[in-house]
């Protein structure tokens, strides 16, 4: 029962934290995040959560800002981002828009890599850390507009691709089509 409890707050949980958080932007963001006459109707929202100790929170958004933000914003397709943190489980999360899954896919596997590294270095700088990654990814996963003509239940299924941030426990996670953090 306790195996069953934590299977399901691990699927659960995320798609609940998304809802709560998509349920939560006022009318008039929600009309601007999908406004067409403004070419950035959002089509697929990338989903990360990271382990984020509490005593880490400015290092980990301070390594963030150094590295995938500024990536991030020249990345076509690239339509913004947001970063939470939950006290409850100590983890980050990260719900990323992008215009399109093709904009997404598009970026090379050695930009995201590099950019990874950029990061983990900045964290270790910011926590001392002195190898590895002190900020570690736990989920990757990704959602898309059902009205979106790329959005089918096969592309919003998670696949056994990843990378980047995708190693979760040291294994590639099969549960999604994760391509850059």
Known sequence: MHR??????RVI????????????????????????????????????????????????MAAERGSWEPWLKQQPGFLGRDLFWDPATEEGTLLIRWSSRKAWKSISMA?????QERFETLAREQTGQRQGNPFPLVFEGNCCRSDHPG??????????????????GGTQDSRSDHRHP
């Open 4 to 9: 069953l409890r934590s299977v399901l707050l």
């Open 13 to 60: 949980a995320p798609c609940l934290a998304l809802v709560l958080l998509l349920g939560g932007l006022s009318e008039t963001e929600v009309r601007a995040e999908s406004d067409p006459t403004r070419g950035d109707v959002v089509a697929v929202v990338e989903h990360l959560r990271l382990q984020v100790p509490r005593e880490s929170r400015e290092q980990w």
């Open 111 to 115: 930009e995201v890599e590099t950019v």
């Open 151 to 168: 959005c089918s239940p096969r592309s919003a299924a998670p696949s056994a691709l990843g990378h980047g941030r995708g190693r979760v």
